[in-house]
T-cell receptor, first 112, second 109 residues
């Protein structure tokens, strides 16, 4: 069964901490994505990547960065966590072409 | 600008009471419309892809249909385990998905 695995289901971090969210997929997909999901705002794209070492800004990249050193792994980095980054973070991947996303289970991040 | 809206925002049904969820979209050159199911605290799970007007897909109690302006997700004789948020998304060539806000479905026993 194909999978997108996010390393943590729940995280609690302090304001100002550097936070790493990890995502690994086993489907050899070229494309990987990071979204955040908030009540009333839906899914918003933070960053995406079409290839190794390649990254593109999504709709809300401020306060975030990403890293993709290997095809299967896409990391989201909060350089200095703030309370307004408390959210559900979802990683997704898909193959090039008209295919749907496969999502991970999500990481619920709370910044206190 | 590509847009996706979903209605209703929330829907409560009695077990066995059939209904439909709507996804309306404005996009030039639609390449695909996708339906996902999301349970609380989990990531969205893929249900269907529809590519052209008139296409229909079925899975158990769910049936998705597509026109040039909207898609419907029909739920026949729902059960409590069908309770979830249902998301639709559209894509066109070379573009990332645009997601709708979702419909939160509750099926009461």
């Amino acid at each position: 069964d194909v999978k997108v695995t996010q390393s943590s289901r729940y995280l609690v971090k302090r304001t100002g901490e550097k936070v790493f969210l990890e995502c690994v997929q086993d489907m050899d997909h070229e494309n990987m994505f990071w979204y955040r999901q908030d009540p009333g705002l839906g899914l918003r794209l933070i960053y995406f990547s079409y290839d190794v070492k390649m990254k593109e800004k999504g709709d809300i990249p401020e306060g975030y960065s990403v890293s993709r050193e290997k095809k299967e792994r896409f990391s989201l980095i909060l350089e200095s966590a703030s309370t307004n980054q408390t959210s559900m973070y979802l990683c997704a991947s898909r193959s090039t072409g008209d295919y749907g996303y496969t999502f991970g289970s999500g990481t619920r991040l709370t910044v206190v | 600008e590509d847009q996706v809206t979903q209605s209703p925002e929330a829907l409560r049904l009695q077990e066995g009471e059939s209904s439909s969820l709507n996804c309306s979209y404005t996009v030039s050159g639609l390449r695909g419309l996708f339906w996902y199911r999301q349970d609380p605290g989990k990531g969205p799970e893929f249900l269907f892809t529809l590519y052209s007007a008139g296409e229909e897909k079925e899975k158990e109690r769910l049936k998705a249909t597509l026109t040039k302006k909207e898609s419907f997700l029909h739920i026949t004789a729902p059960k409590p385990e069908d309770s979830a948020t249902y998301l639709c998304a559209v894509t066109r060539l070379g573009q990332n998905f645009v997601f709708g806000p979702g419909t939160r479905l509750s099926v009461l026993p």
